[in-house]
C-alpha cells in the first residue's frame, strides 16, 4: 500500500506538471493577438495490482479554440476574422492558419503576416496589392480593392471542430485534418481597421498556476514524507532479522 501510495503521488505530479506548462504557456501568451489558449484533458486510471488505486493520467493537451476580444486599431493593414473562421499563412510547414490578422506589405506589395508568411486567399495563392496604391480597403467579405480596382480576397478557412491542432510559429495552428475555404457562410467575415486578441483569461490562468502549483508543492511534500517512512521502515525491518 505505501508503494502504491507513491506511485499515485508520482503520477498526480507528473499531471501538475504538464498543467503548469501548459498554463505559463498560456499566460506567457496573453497578450498575442489571434493566440489560442491551450487546455488539459485527464482521464483516472485503476490499478489492474491494486484495484484500489486510481493514477491520475499524463494528461492529454488541446488547443481552445474561442474567439478573443476584438480591438479597433484604426490600421488599413490590421484585420480581425468575424465568425468561426481562419486566416491561411504559407509557411515553411505549409499551410498553416490563424486568427491573427496583423499584416504588413513588402517592397514588392506582397501582404505577409507580421513573422512575415504570405497571407493567402480561398485558392492558397498569395495576396498581392500595390505598393504605391495607398491604404487598400478591405471588405467585410474580405475583398481587398485599391483605387477602386479589386485585387483579390482574403481566404477565410473552416477547420473540423474534431481536428487536432498542434502550434505552429506565432499563434498560427496546424490542423490534422485540411481545412476547407469558407464559402457563401454568412457568419464568416473580416473586420479591417481591427484584431483579435488572445482568448486567454489572464487572470483566471494566473490563479489556476498559482493553484497548480501548491497542489505539486503538497504532494512533493506527500511523497517525501513517505519516502522517509518507507526508509524507516526498511531499517526496522532490517535490524531485527
Known amino acids: 500500500m505505501m508503494e502504491n501510495s507513491i506511485y499515485v503521488g508520482l503520477s498526480s505530479q507528473i499531471s501538475l506538471e504538464r498543467r503548469m506548462d501548459a498554463l505559463a504557456h498560456n499566460v506567457a501568451n496573453m497578450s498575442t493577438p489571434g493566440f489560442r489558449a491551450t487546455g488539459m484533458k485527464f482521464d483516472v486510471m485503476v490499478s489492474k495490482a491494486a484495484e484500489n488505486s486510481s493514477f491520475v493520467s499524463a494528461g492529454e493537451s488541446f488547443i481552445k479554440t474561442e474567439a478573443g476580444p476584438i480591438t479597433q486599431t484604426g490600421n488599413p493593414l490590421d484585420v480581425a476574422a468575424k465568425g468561426n473562421v481562419w ?39 498569395p495576396l498581392t496589392i500595390d505598393p504605391n496604391g495607398g491604404p487598400p480597403q478591405i471588405s467585410p467579405s474580405g475583398t481587398v480593392t485599391q483605387n477602386g480596382r479589386q485585387l483579390g480576397v482574403i481566404g477565410l478557412f473552416t477547420i473540423d471542430p474534431n481536428a ?78
Not at 505549409?94 to 497571407?119: C, N
Open 87 to 125: 486566416f491561411s499563412l504559407q509557411s515553411p510547414a505549409g499551410q498553416v492558419f490563424t486568427r491573427d490578422g496583423r499584416m504588413q506589405m513588402s517592397t514588392t506589395g506582397e501582404l505577409l503576416s507580421v513573422k512575415g508568411y504570405p497571407i493567402l486567399d480561398a485558392g492558397g495563392q
Open 164 to 241: 487536432k491542432l498542434t502550434y505552429f510559429d506565432n499563434s498560427a495552428v496546424i490542423p490534422s485534418v485540411a481545412a476547407q475555404p469558407a464559402i457563401d457562410n454568412p457568419d464568416a467575415g473580416v473586420i479591417q481597421g481591427a484584431i483579435e486578441g488572445s482568448n486567454v483569461d489572464a487572470i483566471s490562468e494566473m490563479t489556476r498556476l498559482m493553484n497548480v502549483s501548491r497542489a505539486f508543492e503538497r504532494v512533493d511534500a506527500l511523497l517525501r514524507g513517505s519516502e522517509n517512512t518507507f526508509k524507516d521502515a526498511v531499517r526496522t525491518l532490517g535490524s531485527s532479522t
